[in-house]
């Protein structure tokens, strides 16, 4: 079974930074030749997209309301996928989760849809103090 472990995530002031990791739990799954999408989630609302990079990590995509202030990127080497957040607020405050979809090697501009993805973490909480 695929899985996909998110970490970094923690409590942060108003205007502070963290940084989340994506990797895989182990097994013979790799990141490498698939688009990571980054997805959050607060209680009561459906996952929204957030951010994703393919699989070369040459394209990235961004929801509006993180341009500008998160960054996605990866290092394949480290079959790892980072997604640097700066200039946090409460708005922000949510469960991060990074998922893949079924496409290997995909040149296409990633889906925004949570139900297009196959491959979930559990997520790693982010919460932004006032």
């Known amino acids: 079974q695929v899985r996909l472990v998110e970490s970094g995530g923690g409590l942060v002031q108003t205007g502070g930074s963290l940084s989340l990791s994506c990797a895989t739990s182990?097994?013979?799954?790799?990141?490498?030749?698939?688009?990571v999408t980054w997805f959050r989630q607060t209680t009561g609302k459906e996952r929204e997209f957030v951010a994703a990079?393919?699989?070369?990590?040459?394209?990235?995509q961004y929801a509006d309301v993180v341009k500008g202030r998160f960054t996605i990127s990866r290092d394949n080497t480290k079959n790892t996928v980072y997604l640097q957040m700066t200039t946090l607020s409460p708005e922000d405050t949510a469960v991060y989760y990074c998922?893949?979809?079924?496409?290997?090697?995909?040149?296409?501009?990633?889906?925004?849809?949570?139900?297009?993805?196959?491959?979930w973490g559990k997520g790693t909480l982010v919460t932004v103090s006032s």
């Open positions: 998922a893949t979809d079924s496409q290997l090697f995909s040149n296409g501009r990633a889906s925004y849809i949570a139900n297009d993805m196959v491959n």
């Open positions: 182990g097994g013979t799954f790799t990141l490498r030749g698939y688009t």
């Open positions: 990079v393919n699989w070369r990590g040459e394209n990235t």
